[in-house]
């Protein structure tokens, strides 16, 4: 089974702190996707990459930043984590953007910035 | 993509099938319905998708309407473990990357 790994289930960051998500996927795909999930809002697309080195804004890529220097890597970075991006943070992959390919996603990183 | 409209909540015996609705009436001939389910405190997990016929594997069956315009998921043996949130979404394929989930269903299994 593909895996997606996150490297931390819970996090706790002060205000300003730079941040970093660390994600992990063991099926050599090809994108990799970073989504939020808060309450009443459903997931939405921060940034994903469909190459190495290569990455695309998604609905709300401000205040953040990604980084996929290894096909099996995809780092989202808070360059000063504010109040406003405590959430739910999740990550997945797909071997390509066909429809008839699910999405793996991640057990999921609560962030919390106080 | 076209939306989706699921029931808010739903509960099941366990042991007997389940069956979740999913209303997509202006789905395009090229989009795929997908199902996806989310355990509390984990992340999405995909279970079936299909495009006309209907499809199973281990997880589950998927009953596409000749028109296309609903389906039906169908758990055949619920368990307690499959109580989660219950998503059905469309999606064509395209450089779309976005995965649109909505409210989905909350499938409560009971003893």
């Known amino acids: 089974d593909v895996k997606v790994t996150q490297s931390s289930r819970y996090l706790v960051k002060r205000t300003g702190e730079k941040v970093f998500l660390e994600c992990v996927q063991d099926?050599?795909?090809?994108?990799m996707f970073w989504y939020r999930q808060d309450p009443g809002l459903g997931l939405r697309l921060i940034y994903f990459?469909?190459?190495?080195?290569?990455?695309e804004k998604g609905d709300i890529p401000e205040g953040y930043s990604v980084s996929r220097e290894k096909k099996e890597r995809f780092s989202l970075i808070l360059e000063s984590a504010s109040t406003n991006q405590t959430s739910m943070y999740l990550c997945?992959?797909?071997?390509?953007?066909?429809?008839?390919?699910?999405?793996?996603f991640g057990s999921g990183t609560r962030l919390t910035v106080v | 993509d076209a939306k989706t409209t699921q029931p808010t909540s739903m509960d099941c015996a366990e042991g007997r099938a389940a069956n979740l609705p999913c209303n997509h009436s202006?789905?395009?001939?090229?989009?795929?319905v997908y199902w996806y389910r989310q355990i509390h405190s984990q992340g999405p997990q995909y279970i079936i998708h299909?495009?006309?016929n209907n499809e199973t594997n281990e997880m589950a069956s998927l009953i596409i309407t000749e028109d296309r315009k609903s389906s039906t998921l169908i758990l055949p043996h619920a368990t307690l473990r499959d109580t989660a949130v219950y998503y059905c979404i469309v999606r064509a394929y395209s450089n779309d990357y976005k995965l649109s989930f909505g409210a989905g269903t909350t499938v409560t299994v009971r003893a």
């Open positions: 990459s469909y190459d190495v080195k290569m990455k």
């Open positions: 299909g495009l006309k």
């Open positions: 202006t789905i395009s001939g090229n989009e795929y």
């Open positions: 099926m050599d795909h090809e994108n």
């Open positions: 997945a992959s797909s071997p390509n953007a066909a429809a008839n390919y699910g999405y793996t």
